[in-house]
């Protein structure tokens, strides 16, 4: 399973989409009414009012004290707690628009959070060094999964997990698990390693420098400054011990790269490629797989070849380093950019093959020239932070509609060319 589950982190990049109209009638009536008052709620109000939490909070108590947190506890905190039913909504929420993927690393591997990375690396190098030295984990990858999934603690999400579970695990699918998920929360909480106040994150739960759900931060968070908690919130030591410690568990090989890229012979036949398709190297040799500087492919074991964009695009030999990467988030593109922004902070270069598309991705700030532009025409979408989210999307196609482009609504280097020359 994923570090976080689903939801949560990469909060800065289009994956996480905007906020809808606040509330729905339980948030209006309920308000921030404690626990208390809701048990007192006349019939008339509660039998307007879906779900019954009143019926749903008993359940919770009594499996939350199955699990080790006491009555005390379940009372004092979930007392204040008002479900956020807005969190719904993302639930049973389907993209409506398909990041290609070359947008998508572009988003999370530019040259700013390589910067970034490299000065954070320096800033933070004994907190890295000591979970390297721990758990034989490059401090290169940790790293990268902690500029991704927080830009470096600068945005680990803001809505309070008590809130956001405590609606989910009352109403929508998946009850079970977000029931389970909040009263690993509560246990966090009775155990002391984060406040209560602290533990805000994403919709689905995720939360800290790296965004770990809850269970997952009982099962695998480390107290690496040795002061009796495990904070991922407010200690970058045992935030980035903690992600090491995850990929060892996720059978991390010590000396082993992630991967690279590749070429491919012509006429390559791409239904070998697949990262669970994995064959000894010396299958790939046999068949023209070569290094970019046409060198044999070094080295012996089982690797895999990706093509994330099909057989026109990019081709990468991956190892089992590659999947410890993809078990922290389940998605090929989340594995292949930590993987690419770890190679680049560490001094690599960045992909050599171009993407096959005939409009070139943008950086992070490229996105939020766009988005500048977009304003001073007159549009309002909201905040410039280089997230190309929905409304920044109906503004594009907008704008593209007056500029005589086809109206996608992708953000590319064709159209910011076009705003420029307007």
Known sequence: MRARGFGGGVNDLFTRFGDSARMSIIRTALGALALSAILAIPAAVTAVAQPDYRACFGQIRGQAQQAGVNAATFDRVMESVTPDREVLEFLDRQPEFRTPIWDYIAGLVDEERVEDGRRMMQRHQRELAAAEERFDVPATVVAAIWGVESNYGQNMGKRPLLESLSALACEGRRQSFFRSELVSTLRIIQNGDVPASDLRGSWAGAFGQTQFIPSTFLRVAVDMTGDGRRDIVNSVADALGSTAAYLSRSRWQSGLRWGYEVQLPGGFDASLA?????????????????????????????????????????AFLVSRNFDAIYSYNQAESYALAIALLADRIAGLPGIQTPWPTDDPPLSRAERREVQERLIRAGYDIGDVDGIIGSKTREAVRDMQSRLGMEATGRAGGKLLQAMRER
């Open 274 to 314: 697949g990262r669970d398709k994995k064959r000894d190297i010396d299958f790939w040799r046999q068949r023209g797989v070569r290094m970019m500087d046409g060198a044999t492919l070094p080295g012996s074991g089982v690797r895999a070849v990706l093509l994330p964009a099909g057989i026109e695009g990019p």
